[in-house]
C-alpha cells in the first residue's frame, strides 16, 4: 500500500553526492492532536530523490527550498529511530518515493512525476523533468519507466515533448 504525504518544507532540501547522482534529502513534519496525552505531537517523515539529469536537478535545487509545499508519495515506509536532545526521536522514512505537486511561491504550480532512468539499485527515485521537457511519455502524458522508454533508446529515438507523437 503506498503511503502520500503532502507538507510544508521548513527547510531547504539537502544536496548530497550519491555516486553519479546527486541527491535530495527533505524532512517534513506533520502535527496532530493526540486525544491519549491531550496534547499537539509531531509526525516526522523523511524523504530523498536521486537524479543524475542536469534538467532534473536544477528543478529540485529551485522547488526544494524553505517554504515550498510538496507532495510525496513512497511505495514503502520504514521506521528510524536516534537519540534527540530530549530523548529517542521517531521518524518514518519514505521509500521508493515519487515527488507529485510541487508548490514554491518562485513558479507556478507543478507536478513531478517519478524520473526517467533511476538506478534500480537505489531506493528512492526522484522527480521527472517539467511538462516542457523532453521525455519518453506514453499518449495518456505519464512517463515511461526506464524499462519501457528502452524499446525508444534501442532504436536511437530521441526523447518527446510530452503531448506530441514520438518520432518516426
Known sequence: MATTVTGKLNKAAREFQAGAYTGFGVNIGKQYYDRETKQKEWTNYE??????????????RSALVEGSVIEISAKEEKIKSFDG?????????LL???????FSGQQSNQSAPAQQGAPSQTPQQSP??????????????KVMSPEESGYWTARNIQPWVKGTQPPA
Open 47 to 60: 524523504a530523498a530523490f536521486f537524479s543524475n539529469n542536469e534538467s532534473q536537478i536544477n528543478f529540485m
Open 85 to 93: 536532545n530530549n530523548g529517542p526521536v521517531l521518524s518514518i522514512q
Open 96 to 102: 521508493e518515493c515519487d515527488l507529485g505537486y510541487v
Open 128 to 141: 521527472q523533468m517539467p511538462p516542457s521537457q523532453l521525455g519518453y511519455y506514453w499518449a495518456d502524458g
